[in-house]
């Protein structure tokens, strides 16, 4: 079955990076586009980025443009969110998301358990 | 960019209730509007996509409907493990994706 898995998560200070990762299986990974979403404790859904299938194609969420980046290493089934200049704004659980179909603007269906990641001094 | 305003941010129901939560676009986002509910601890559930599709092994009490700025979504007889935040989603091509806020149901 499908399943997504991510990684990567812990307490970073500031001003730091850290990459997060998502492994993916039981579907054709370099077929579909993969989302980034996140949730800042006891908050709404808030989605981060987007990649195509092919990693041609990325768009970001006016808050983390221009400091996170998305890619995909579809050798590994694996995609990442390398994430800069944190703030403690960015504290939150990311999820890794596959659309129902291979774009990139289809709806969510498939979800990781999340990985956390708080920025704090 | 398009903003997303859901009501009401939170109800209580009886079991078997009927319960609409309707979610509004800042501008005309033809159908492009995804449901998903989310329970405590738990990640997001994609109930309806493109604004009225069923998506595969949601229960049948789920229902959606609505198009370009004006949308809802319907349980028609609410049921215990129906109890969770519901979220709206839009898709364009300038802000991509967009989260309604948020409706909260519980059990009255």
């Known amino acids: 079955q499908v399943q997504v898995v991510e990684s990567g998560g812990g307490v970073v200070q500031p001003g730091r990076s850290l990459r997060l990762s998502c492994v993916a299986s039981?579907?054709?990974?370099?077929?579909?586009?993969m989302h980034w979403v996140r949730q800042a404790p006891g908050k709404g859904l808030e989605w981060v980025s987007v990649i195509s299938r092919d990693g041609s194609i990325k768009y970001y969420a006016d808050p983390v443009k221009g400091r996170f980046t998305i890619s995909r290493d579809n050798s590994k089934n694996t995609l990442y969110l390398q994430m800069n200049s944190l703030r403690a704004e960015d504290t939150a659980m990311y999820y890794c998301?596959?659309?129902?179909?291979?774009?990139?603007?289809?709806?969510?269906?498939?979800w990781g358990q999340g990985t956390l990641v708080t920025v704090s001094s | 960019d398009i903003q997303m305003t859901q009501s009401p941010s939170s109800l209580s129901a009886s079991v078997g209730d009927r319960v609409t939560i309707t979610c509004q676009a800042s501008?005309?986002?033809?159908?492009?509007l995804n449901w998903y509910q989310q329970k405590p601890g738990k990640a997001p559930k994609l109930l309806i996509y493109?604004?009225?599709n069923l998506e595969t092994g949601v229960p049948s009490r789920f229902g959606g409907s609505g198009s370009g700025t004006d949308f809802s979504l319907t349980i028609s007889s609410l049921q215990p493990e129906d109890i969770a935040t519901y979220y709206c989603?839009?898709?364009?091509?300038?802000?991509?994706?967009?989260f309604g806020p948020g409706t909260k149901v519980d059990l009255k």
């Open positions: 501008q005309d986002i033809s159908n492009y």
């Open positions: 493109d604004a009225s």
């Open positions: 039981g579907f054709t990974f370099n077929s579909h586009g």
């Open positions: 998301a596959k659309p129902r179909s291979p774009g990139i603007a289809a709806a969510a269906v498939s």
């Open positions: 989603q839009q898709y364009d091509t300038l802000s991509m994706f967009t």
